[in-house]
């Protein structure tokens, strides 16, 4: 099959979730031998220079990149208050990138085309007057569940108002636009089961995140502490709200109990009041340079998310390395665990802080819920089985 892949963002370097949630596909697909092309938004926001895309990559993927800018622009902002569209949605809207799409597709043909992610789905019209493709929308999460999720939780009632306002247009819109594509492939079963009785009417399926499990071997490095970490980007608003959350609430308790234990933050775009916290015992590192060796050599990963959709790729990866993962349920969304088993769920300081006095006191249990996860990546999450999945949606939906 020829395969057009248009991305929100760059998905290599695979080095945050969307990401790297891509890169698995494209890739996967590429390895399975189809014809893959990439087109990605390379956006202020999350910014890549095309030059330091290896040669094999592109080769591989064919892959072209154009410049947006996604800064929120308070005159937009305001009058878009007067509109019915979703200020969300507009935001990705580029002449440069419909002329982009428009000169790919007027030079070359595709069975699908895969739009990453909600924020793409403007370009669907373009494509339908440009192409015969079968079009088919990646939804990595629900989008405006992510929004109500942080609109419930604000505090400023100017601020809940106007998240409020652009919670209801981008849910509008999501709900309306999922029966425009040929096909939508969520993350998750849940998901999937959530557009199905919100009316979606095309065809649906959830097609997990997958991973080469050779890349992700667990390493048993000796550690010379214990220790707690977070590994994700915090430009992701349910990522900055989970660790404030976290900070707030449950480290205290926490660090009562366990004085000596260390809280360890990575990530990119970290904001200014963690990159300037000073907190007994949390050490902010910012940005990794290997991603799978800081978890490697970190203790057991927290994942304090109040708000989101879809699936957490970091607590798959951490799953993966055989990693002891305490999150909440919202984190743990799209996986299918045990808790006690295979991870750790904690809704409440106190639970936080009871799972990992539980962790500290009981090594061997710790280490077989980290050997537990490793193994449902193992079988839930293998990117040949994912691919063979995707392939087969696919099929089924040329053949419509």
């Given at each position: 099959?020829?395969i ?5 963002k760059?998905?290599?370097p695979p080095g945050?979730g969307?990401?790297?949630a ?17 087109i990605?938004l390379?956006t202020n926001?999350?910014?890549v220079?095309?030059?330091?895309i290896p ?6 993927t064919g892959i072209?990149?154009v410049?947006?800018d996604?800064?929120?622009k ?9 509109s019915k569209k ?7 809207v ?6 982009k ?5 007027n030079k070359?043909?595709f069975?699908i ?5 909600l924020y793409?789905a403007?370009?669907l019209?373009?494509i339908r007057?440009?192409s015969?493709?079968?079009v088919v929308?990646?939804?990595h999460?629900?989008?405006y569940l992510?929004?109500?999720r942080?609109?419930?939780v604000?505090?400023n009632?100017?601020?809940k108002?106007y998240l409020e306002t652009?919670?209801r ?5 999501e709900l309306s636009v999922?029966?425009?594509?040929d096909?939508v492939a969520t993350i998750?079963?849940k998901d999937?089961g959530f ?6 009417k095309?065809?649906i399926t959830d097609i997990?995140?997958g991973?080469?499990l050779?890349?992700?071997?667990p390493?048993n490095?000796?550690?010379k502490e214990v ?8 430009n992701?608003?349910?990522n900055e ?8 609430k449950?480290w ?5 109990n366990?004085?000596e234990l260390k809280l360890?933050?990575?990530?990119r ?5 963690l ?10 590192v910012?940005e990794?340079?290997d991603?799978t060796?800081?978890i490697?050599k970190?203790g057991?990963?927290?994942v304090?998310l109040l ?18 993962i305490?999150?909440t349920s919202i984190g743990a ?8 088993r ?6 409440t300081?106190?639970?936080?802080a009871?799972?990992?006095s539980?962790?500290?006191k009981?090594e061997v249990?710790?280490?077989s ?6 193994k449902l ?5 293998n990117?040949?089985?994912i691919i063979?999945k ?7 939906i040329?053949?419509?």
């Amino acid at each position: 099959m020829k395969i057009l892949f248009l991305c929100n963002k760059s998905p290599y370097p695979p080095g945050e979730g969307g990401p790297i949630a891509m890169n698995a596909n494209i890739r996967g697909l590429v390895d399975a031998g189809h014809s893959v092309k990439v087109i990605a938004l390379n956006t202020n926001k999350y910014s890549v220079d095309p030059e330091k895309i290896p040669g094999s990559y592109r080769k591989a993927t064919g892959i072209e990149f154009v410049d947006i800018d996604l800064s929120i622009k308070p005159a937009d902002a305001f009058f878009n208050l007067f509109s019915k569209k979703s200020y969300h949605v507009e935001r990705f809207v580029s002449d440069a990138v419909k002329n982009k799409l428009i000169e790919t597709l007027n030079k070359n043909s595709f069975d699908i085309i895969q739009l990453e992610m909600l924020y793409m789905a403007p370009y669907l019209e373009i494509i339908r007057k440009h192409s015969n493709a079968k079009v088919v929308l990646r939804a990595h999460n629900i989008e405006y569940l992510i929004w109500e999720r942080i609109t419930s939780v604000t505090k400023n009632p100017v601020k809940k108002w106007y998240l409020e306002t652009l919670t209801r247009k981008l849910k509008n819109y999501e709900l309306s636009v999922i029966n425009e594509f040929d096909g939508v492939a969520t993350i998750t079963a849940k998901d999937a089961g959530f557009f199905r009785k919100a009316g979606c009417k095309v065809q649906i399926t959830d097609i997990p995140f997958g991973i080469n499990l050779q890349n992700y071997e667990p390493v048993n490095y000796k550690e010379k502490e214990v220790s707690l970490f977070h590994l994700g980007s915090m430009n992701w608003m349910p990522n900055e709200e989970g660790i404030r959350w976290f900070l707030n609430k449950a480290w205290p308790l926490i660090h009562k109990n366990n004085p000596e234990l260390k809280l360890y933050l990575a990530g990119r775009m970290m904001p200014e009041w963690l990159t300037n916290l000073t907190m007994q015992n949390v050490v902010v590192v910012g940005e990794v340079d290997d991603a799978t060796d800081f978890i490697n050599k970190k203790g057991i990963m927290i994942v304090p998310l109040l708000s989101g959709s879809g699936i957490r790729i970091k607590i798959i990866e951490g799953m993966a390395l055989g990693k002891t993962i305490i999150s909440t349920s919202i984190g743990a969304e799209g996986i299918n665990y045990k808790n006690g088993r295979d991870i750790l769920i904690a809704d409440t300081p106190e639970e936080f802080a009871k799972a990992v006095s539980t962790c500290l006191k009981d090594e061997v249990y710790c280490r077989s819920v980290g050997k537990n996860a490793r193994k449902l990546i193992e079988n839930d999450h293998n990117i040949s089985k994912i691919i063979g999945k995707l392939e087969g949606f696919y099929e089924r939906i040329i053949k419509i």
